[in-house]
């Protein structure tokens, strides 16, 4: 869907269906981080590394932090591979699953 700042993002919501007034982000941790706002959307890295890197085994968390004296919060993505764990770099994506087919000629 696209969010505010004119990006698309597959965990962003809108509904104003029949009066409702609905927007929320369903990444962010709700416990962990500070209380999504529409402004997020336009430094939220998670739209860049859709598009750079996602796929169907790309998992990601997003903690939100205010930053210092509650400006430019801070954007924390945590990326795992479904299959093989941990990724170091989320725009790159699961070095393994991005690995050549080795079809044995």
């Keep these: 869907m696209r969010t505010p700042a004119k990006k698309d993002?597959?965990?962003y919501y809108e509904d104003f269906n029949r009066g409702a007034d609905i927007r929320q982000?369903?990444?962010?941790?709700p416990r962990e981080s500070d209380p999504w706002?529409?402004?997020?959307c336009a430094r939220c890295p998670v739209p860049g590394i859709?598009?750079?890197?996602?796929?169907?085994?790309l998992d990601l968390t997003l903690t939100v932090r205010s930053g210092r004296f509650g400006r430019k919060?801070?954007?924390d993505v945590v990326a795992?591979?479904?299959?093989h764990g941990p990724i170091a770099?989320?725009?790159?994506g699961?070095?393994?699953c991005t690995k050549p087919l080795d079809l044995g000629e």
Excluded: N
């Excluded at 982000?25 to 941790?29: P, S, V």
């Excluded at 770099?89 to 790159?92: C, L, R, W």
């Design 9 to 11: 993002c597959t965990y």
């Design 25 to 29: 982000c369903r990444i962010a941790r």
């Design 37 to 40: 706002r529409d402004g997020h």
């Design 50 to 57: 859709e598009a750079a890197s996602g796929g169907p085994l």
């Design 73 to 75: 919060p801070k954007f």
């Design 80 to 83: 795992w591979c479904v299959m």
């Design 89 to 92: 770099d989320a725009f790159v």
């Design 94 to 96: 699961c070095l393994e």
